[in-house]
């Protein structure tokens, strides 16, 4: 029994010792079993063989126990080292994001002082040698963010952990925007260690937000606030009850310099147009550019909205001042319209279309003028959108019309023409004037659609119940510029079969001016079809002789304000008389309007006009009620032409 305990104990105690080297371990084991068994076997002894038997069972026993400790601890040696390697990467990679990334690990013990401080944590708070060791990381960030350090005070305390927590540093190199994430840190037992974190600079991303926010709020030609910028900045005035002034600006000329020049030299004087306005106001008012050629300003000091005339006058002043551009001098000017509201609640919409208003009253006005909004104007508008609503389907409905107004001979006192003059009757606002309803047509967009239909019904009657007369119709100057016109014209002629010889477009000076060669195109394409050309209301605009010269006009109409002002003044005498023998010289007739007089019309005949048109022959009238024949009463004494 010595023996065998001596044995099995070297056998097993041998065996685990060698265990970490598994051949060595199986060696031995064998040596010291076969070794055993030998010397037993040789004894002879029963009892012997049996204790053998034992060490037979025994030694593979310890064999498998001493292979597994090696398998085990193989293992656990293969995990250390993946452990090591994982920690030294992990090392490595949070060395390579404290110095590289945007965000700084913090951590901090029981009483608020740093363990760890990092180069990155460093450079983001510019902390100086030994600063995180007398002072708690609270502390350090409300001296740098004193706006911040009552949000702080979490920091002191066990919390809630925490996310986003915007923070404004201000240092020597400027402005720096932080955000700050933490968390408190507890043992396994429970027991508050204190914060850990992270600590990013986000100073670029609020910058880069920011400058989005102004590209959204800014006109990227002028820097001037948009007309987003401007309707945040109205609501907000709108809120706080208090008083407003908006100013509506409108750039007078600025389209004709854009077409001829061409858009660099448009965006050169806009931002003059810019630059002047700044100058204009103080820091208590906002400038935008609503778009194009238009600026608005918004007023909401109590002393500034007082001085709103003021200032309007100003802007009108400065903005028709020259502008110098490539050594070219351009003349631009402006129009202005504002309204003020003194806490009456209006709502925004309502101030920008009072605004507007005002603006479009003061072009109507002359231009280069400025209006306050009043109720009158409201008035006004409401009653222009009204008639612009209805012109839409005015001629489908039946409402609008041709009245015709003879034009005599004064040699033959024959009617040898008649003028076509629309007329419209609005189911709800009556007869409406020509001189209202016409200017909106060309604005909305109608004008063309009217001109149409009374071409075609003016070349219709020319053919049927007014065969034989010349018929003349008004052609407005956007309609004109159209580019299928002269096709329209031609279209007309042939549908109705009328001559082209016995038509007459009236047309006024303002085709002339806008675009000269343009238009000396466009009408003698139309002289080449044979329909005949008059210059209407002649002697009130620019009566430029070179209009004569170079436009195949066959008649010069003369306005009415001269024939009304024939009995008053000698000069208007002088100037019939002067149109008059100018045409005769030019080849062309001569037809006074506005005819209300015997005597005017004695005196139109001693200067020598060929014919007349006017309430004194007969008054527009429907084509059921016109009338060839004129009263020989009326004839004139002198008819000498």
């Not at 009108?316 to 309204?339: H, K, N, W």
Request: hydrophobic residues 40%; glycine residues 6%; charged residues 20%.
């Amino acid at each position: 029994m010595a023996f065998a305990t001596i044995v099995t104990g070297m056998i097993s105690a041998g065996s685990f010792v060698l265990s970490p080297l598994p051949y060595a371990s199986i060696c031995y084991t064998l040596i010291y079993s076969f070794a055993a068994v030998g010397a037993l076997w040789l004894t002879g002894h029963l009892a012997s063989l049996g204790v053998a038997l034992l060490v037979c069972i025994y030694s593979p026993m310890v064999l498998v126990g001493s292979l597994s400790a090696w398998r085990k601890s193989t293992d656990l040696i293969a995990a250390n080292a993946r452990s090591e390697r994982q920690e030294q990467a992990l090392a490595v990679l949070l060395q390579d994001f404290e110095h590289n990334a945007g965000d700084a690990l913090w951590e901090t013990d029981i009483v608020g002082k740093l363990n760890h401080v990092s180069n990155r944590l460093t450079d983001v708070l510019g902390l100086k040698q030994n600063e995180d060791n007398q002072h708690s990381f609270q502390a350090l960030l409300a001296e740098r963010c004193p706006d911040d350090a009552e949000r702080l005070q979490i920091l002191s305390a066990e919390g809630q952990p925490f996310r986003d927590m915007r923070l404004t540093m201000t240092t020597a190199k400027g402005v720096t925007y932080l955000v700050m994430a933490g968390k408190s840190l507890y043992s396994a037992t429970g027991i508050f260690l204190g914060w850990r974190g992270v600590l990013t600079d986000v100073t670029e991303k609020v910058r880069s937000e920011q400058k989005l926010r102004d590209l959204a709020h800014t006109d990227s030609l002028t820097a001037l606030a948009n007309r987003f910028h401007l309707r945040q900045a109205l609501n907000k005035e709108i809120e706080q009850n208090g008083p407003i002034a908006l100013l509506c600006i409108d750039l007078d000329r600025f389209k004709a310099v854009n077409d001829n020049y061409g858009h660099s030299v448009g965006d050169s004087i806009l931002r003059v147009i810019a630059q002047r306005l700044r100058s204009c106001v103080d820091q208590q008012a906002l400038i935008a550019r609503m778009g194009g050629d238009e600026f608005a300003i918004l007023l909401w000091s109590q002393a500034a909205v007082k001085k709103v005339d003021e200032l309007a006058h100003n802007v009108v002043d400065t903005l028709c001042e020259p502008i110098m551009i490539s050594e070219r001098q351009f003349r631009v000017g402006a129009s202005v319209g504002y309204t003020v509201s003194s806490g009456s609640h209006p709502s925004l919409d309502d101030l920008l279309i009072q605004a507007d208003i005002a603006m479009y009253a003061a072009k109507e006005s002359g231009r280069g003028r400025w209006v306050a909004y009043s109720p009158q104007l409201g008035e006004v508008s409401r009653r222009r959108l009204s008639i612009e609503n209805g012109l839409r389907s005015a001629i489908d409905n039946n409402e609008i019309s041709l009245h015709w107004q003879p034009k005599v001979d004064l040699q033959t006192w024959q009617v040898v023409g008649v003028e076509a003059l629309m007329r419209w009757h609005h189911p709800e606002l009556g007869h409406i004037g020509p001189i209202e309803f016409i200017p909106i047509a060309e604005q909305c967009g109608m004008i063309d659609k009217l001109g149409r239909w009374a071409l075609s019904e003016a070349c219709r009657a020319g053919t049927n119940e007014l065969a034989g007369l010349t018929i003349a119709v008004n052609v407005s100057a956007s309609q004109l510029q159209l580019f299928d016109y002269v096709h329209s014209l031609e279209e007309a002629l042939q549908q109705s079969g009328m001559a082209p010889d016995k038509l007459e477009l009236e047309l006024t000076e303002s085709v002339l001016i806008d675009d000269a060669d343009k238009a000396l195109a466009i009408l003698n394409e139309i002289r080449s079809t044979g329909v005949r050309l008059a210059l209407d209301d002649f002697g009130t605009g620019y009566s430029s002789l070179s209009y004569l010269r170079r436009f195949p006009f066959d008649t010069l109409k003369i306005d009415r304000s001269f024939v009304t002002e024939l009995l008053t003044k000698d000069d208007a005498k002088s100037i019939v008389k002067m149109i008059t023998d100018l045409a005769k010289e030019l080849g062309k007739h001569t037809v006074c309007e506005g005819v209300e007089t015997v005597e005017q019309l004695d005196l139109i005949c001693t200067a020598g006009c060929h014919q007349i048109q006017g309430n004194l022959i007969a008054e527009p009238c429907p084509l059921n009620e016109f009338s060839r024949t004129i009263n020989p009463d009326l004839k004139p004494l002198q008819r000498e032409i």
